[in-house]
């Protein structure tokens, strides 16, 4: 029986490696099982090209567009978000966690306190899902100029979040984990669920992101 | 329906930089599907793999006037969605593996289209037992069907590194779908 060693070896040679003379050497020894692991490795390569090509989703094709149009109107003033020379920069909040109703960057968020600011006079510190729904209740709308949509997609494109997928339902500005942040409130096209995401009021990141209901 | 745009992708580019922005939509037409497929084999979660061809395609949007020209277009936009998708692993690498059941035993019984969907997903289940580099590898070259020497430079590594890291993805591969175990 070949070692695990041996499995390697043999399936390095049936790559080329090192080289096409030397696997050939290795291939042609005849070590016991050279026979019965190159059907293995045939078999596995047939199963890896029988995996189906996927389409780009229409959805996700939307989204693009849609942030397409918001880099080029630069809504509202804003600037592209910045990278670095290597062309990365900071992950965003992921799609499980945005969309399965947990907080990234200020962790834990919802169990932080959420002070609602500004007029009406400040509300003692609740969590963010309180603080959305009772700012959704009173359909206050104090969010500035991302009560516009451009601005309000290139705000959260910005800050490192999904683009909406539905209108701006109600916000205000909060104070979050200490933070000035606007609780924005957006329809998800899905009845009964909302997201409250929080960016800074510079736009320059996003201090929870959370799906409510559902 | 609209007509095929028969420029090339460095020709769209091109147009792209100097205000074309149909340019940028008919490369994403062009690239988008394959790009997609590479995310979601290697991350093996729709809305992971959406978010990262989402970031990266939009990175590559703003970032377009940096592209100086030193690999294929192609390439340039596999390495920014591969790159995404190898921050996701790590930031991730908590997140328990799937794990390999009895249909595993199914592999051989090849034949009828239920069973053949069960192998597929037999395989991309097991793809997520690789670690991040062979996976990368092995979807790039034995999934997708790149040539070894365009997976090198997608990955930004020598031709023998791509060979090497498919030799042992395959390996394990192999044990973890019944391979090696049922000829033994």
């Given at each position: 029986?070949?070692?695990?060693?041996?499995?390697t070896r043999?399936?390095?040679?049936?790559?080329?490696?090192?080289?096409?003379?030397?696997?050939?050497r290795?291939?042609?020894?005849?070590?016991?099982?050279?026979?019965?692991?190159?059907?293995?490795l045939?078999?596995?390569?047939a199963?890896?090209?029988?995996?189906?090509?996927?389409?780009?989703?229409?959805?996700v094709?939307?989204?693009?567009?849609?942030?397409?149009?918001?880099?080029?109107?630069?809504?509202?003033?804003?600037?592209?978000?910045?990278?670095?020379?290597?062309?990365?920069?900071?992950v965003?909040?992921?799609?499980?966690?945005?969309?399965?109703?947990?907080?990234?960057?200020?962790?834990?968020?919802?169990?932080?306190g959420?002070?609602?600011?500004?007029?009406?006079?400040?509300?003692?510190p609740?969590?963010?899902?309180?603080?959305?729904?009772r700012?959704?209740?009173?359909?206050?709308?104090?969010?500035?100029?991302?009560?516009?949509?451009?601005?309000?997609v290139?705000?959260?494109l910005?800050?490192g979040?999904?683009?909406?997928?539905?209108?701006?339902?109600?916000?205000?500005?909060v104070?979050?984990?200490?933070?000035?942040?606007?609780?924005?409130?957006?329809?998800?096209?899905?009845?009964?669920v909302?997201?409250?995401?929080v960016?800074?009021?510079?736009?320059?990141?996003?201090?929870?992101?959370?799906?409510?209901g559902? | 329906m609209?007509?095929?745009?028969?420029?090339?992708?460095?020709?769209?580019?091109?147009?792209f930089?100097?205000?074309e922005?149909q340019?940028?939509?008919?490369?994403?037409?062009?690239h988008?599907?394959?790009l997609?497929?590479v995310?979601?084999?290697v991350l093996?979660?729709?809305?992971?793999?959406?978010?990262?061809?989402?970031?990266?395609?939009?990175?590559a949007?703003?970032?377009a006037?940096?592209?100086?020209?030193?690999?294929?277009?192609?390439?340039?936009?596999?390495?920014?969605v591969?790159?995404?998708?190898?921050?996701?692993?790590r930031?991730e690498?908590?997140?328990p593996?799937?794990?390999?059941?009895?249909?595993?035993?199914?592999?051989?019984?090849?034949?009828?289209?239920?069973?053949?969907?069960?192998t597929?997903?037999?395989?991309v289940?097991?793809?997520?037992?690789?670690?991040?580099?062979?996976?990368?590898a092995?979807?790039?070259?034995?999934?997708?069907?790149?040539?070894?020497a365009?997976?090198?430079?997608i990955?930004?590594?020598?031709?023998?590194?791509v060979?090497?890291?498919?030799?042992?993805?395959?390996?394990?591969?192999?044990?973890?779908?019944?391979?090696?175990?049922?000829q033994?």
């Amino acid at each position: 029986m070949t070692t695990g060693g041996g499995l390697t070896r043999i399936a390095e040679a049936a790559a080329g490696l090192p080289d096409e003379e030397s696997a050939a050497r290795v291939l042609a020894a005849g070590e016991p099982d050279t026979a019965r692991v190159l059907r293995a490795l045939a078999a596995t390569r047939a199963d890896l090209a029988a995996v189906p090509r996927e389409r780009l989703p229409a959805a996700v094709a939307g989204a693009l567009a849609t942030g397409f149009d918001a880099i080029d109107r630069g809504a509202a003033g804003s600037t592209p978000a910045p990278v670095d020379a290597t062309g990365r920069r900071a992950v965003p909040p992921t799609g499980r966690r945005r969309r399965r109703g947990l907080l990234l960057t200020a962790a834990a968020a919802a169990l932080v306190g959420v002070a609602l600011t500004g007029p009406p006079p400040s509300a003692p510190p609740t969590d963010l899902r309180s603080a959305a729904s009772r700012v959704l209740a009173e359909r206050t709308r104090d969010v500035g100029t991302l009560a516009d949509p451009p601005a309000l997609v290139s705000c959260l494109l910005r800050a490192g979040a999904s683009a909406p997928t539905g209108p701006l339902l109600a916000g205000r500005p909060v104070r979050l984990g200490g933070t000035d942040g606007v609780l924005l409130v957006i329809g998800t096209g899905i009845r009964g669920v909302v997201r409250a995401v929080v960016p800074t009021p510079g736009c320059d990141r996003i201090l929870a992101d959370l799906t409510v209901g559902g | 329906m609209p007509l095929l745009d028969a420029r090339s992708d460095r020709a769209l580019l091109a147009a792209f930089r100097a205000g074309e922005r149909q340019a940028f939509d008919e490369l994403v037409r062009r690239h988008g599907d394959r790009l997609w497929s590479v995310a979601l084999r290697v991350l093996r979660d729709p809305d992971d793999a959406a978010d990262v061809v989402q970031d990266a395609l939009l990175s590559a949007y703003r970032r377009a006037a940096g592209y100086r020209g030193e690999a294929e277009v192609s390439t340039w936009l596999h390495r920014i969605v591969v790159n995404r998708c190898i921050d996701r692993i790590r930031h991730e690498r908590a997140r328990p593996h799937v794990t390999l059941g009895r249909r595993h035993h199914l592999l051989h019984a090849a034949g009828d289209p239920a069973e053949r969907t069960t192998t597929r997903l037999a395989v991309v289940d097991a793809l997520g037992h690789l670690p991040v580099e062979q996976r990368l590898a092995v979807v790039l070259v034995d999934v997708e069907g790149y040539p070894v020497a365009e997976a090198a430079a997608i990955l930004e590594v020598p031709v023998g590194t791509v060979k090497s890291r498919c030799a042992r993805g395959r390996i394990r591969l192999a044990a973890l779908l019944g391979h090696l175990r049922e000829q033994a």
